[in-house]
């Protein structure tokens, strides 16, 4: 089992940033790779972006690249979601999840454990 839990949510206006925090326990963190993910009252949850176990691969959403970076210290069971330039569609709850791979996937039944979200609100 892994155990995941967001953080760093809030409000923020348009064009400002916030960091996302996703601390896990449990299983070795570092065996997984971690996705992040987002939804909004009514839709289907999506992709934001994926790191490999090692961080040394990631991906994105077309809406976020070049705005979100994705990052991890294995060291501190912990992975980040900075977001800059923020839009008021980039307000959604933010999910982390873990899948048992060496890439990360924007596949959601990919993830084998997710976190409980964090609302994440960007006023016009």
């Known amino acids: 089992q892994v155990q995941l839990v967001e953080s760093g949510g809030g409000l923020v206006q348009t064009g400002g940033s916030l960091r996302l925090s996703c601390a896990a326990s449990?299983?070795?963190?570092?065996?997984?790779?971690v996705g992040w993910f987002r939804q909004t009252p009514g839709k289907e949850r999506e992709f934001v972006a994926s790191?490999?176990?090692?961080?040394?691969?990631?991906s994105y959403a077309d809406s976020v690249k070049g705005r979100f970076t994705i990052s991890r210290d294995n060291a501190k069971n912990t992975s980040y979601l900075q977001m800059n330039s923020l839009k008021p569609e980039d307000t959604a709850v933010y999910y982390c999840?873990?899948?048992?791979?060496?890439?990360?996937?924007?596949?959601?039944?990919?993830?084998?454990?997710w976190g409980q979200g964090t609302q994440v609100t960007v006023s016009s």
């Open positions: 999840a873990a899948a048992y791979l060496s890439s990360g996937t924007s596949r959601r039944n990919e993830y084998n454990y």
């Open positions: 449990g299983r070795t963190f570092v065996r997984y790779a």
């Open positions: 790191i490999s176990w090692t961080g040394s691969s990631t």
